[in-house]
């Protein structure tokens, strides 16, 4: 296997979208439908509109009210500088103590 065969491997395993979907993110407009993503990454469909459900839920993106449409956040114009933004704002503070993981509630009982 080659080594990038393995990064892409790697990325396939510990990313929450895949690396095709990733990669026509960028491709996208700023306001896009799930048939466009479909198409940019040759992807059927229902594939597509589960992916923009995902990223709804990462707030990598925004649905716009009323329409079959959704929006990029501007500092999100590509999956990395969401996902700097993501380690930023997060994971290192989660890393460093300074981002508190909720009490679960069966601890409390």
């Given at each position: 296997m080659s080594r990038e065969e393995s990064l892409i491997e790697i990325l396939e395993i510990s990313l929450p979208l895949p690396p095709k979907v990733v990669l026509g993110y960028k491709k996208l407009d700023p306001v896009f439908?799930?048939?466009?993503?479909a198409r940019v990454c040759d992807i059927s469909r229902s594939s597509a509109k589960f992916y923009v459900n995902k990223m709804v839920q990462l707030r990598l993106v925004a649905k716009v009210p009323h329409k079959r449409m959704y929006q990029k956040y501007p500092n999100a114009t590509t999956f990395s500088s969401w996902f700097r933004d993501l380690l930023k704002l997060a994971l290192e503070?989660?890393?460093n103590g300074l981002l508190p993981l909720p009490e679960d509630k069966e601890d409390e009982e």
């Open positions: 439908t799930s048939g466009d993503i503070p989660l890393e």
